[in-house]
Nanobody, 112 residues
């Protein structure tokens, strides 16, 4: 698995977490962060477009910030003002060649 995620955990509503995703090998471009809540489909939370701009799911705009460190081939997701509905497994995704790669996922649980 070329992607290593960290930073999930349990936090109270209103709290913050910072997720990290690092590509352990060269040749992978990290696209962004997805999440999948129990019983729901995986959705794109935040990502980078091909033009270099950023995309955010409407429900996280103003609360989440995606950033990258190209020197470390890493992408981060700063999550503030967390809500119980943000509870999910968060995955980072990367493109390598013609394939999409996924991290192992990190659980984020927001208690009310």
């Amino acid at each position: 698995v070329p992607l290593v995620e960290s930073g999930g955990g349990l936090v109270q509503a209103g709290g913050s977490l910072r997720l990290s995703c690092a590509a352990s090998e060269s040749g992978f471009s990290i696209m962004g962060w997805y999440r999948q809540a129990l019983g729901k489909q995986r959705e794109l939370v935040a990502g980078f477009t091909s033009s270099g701009s950023t995309y955010y799911l409407n429900s996280v705009k103003g609360r989440f910030t995606i950033s990258r460190d190209n020197a470390k081939n890493s992408v981060y997701l700063q999550m503030n003002s967390l809500k119980p509905e943000d509870t999910a497994v968060y995955y980072c995704a990367a493109i390598g060649g013609a394939s999409t790669y996924w991290g192992q996922g990190t659980q984020v649980t927001v208690s009310s």
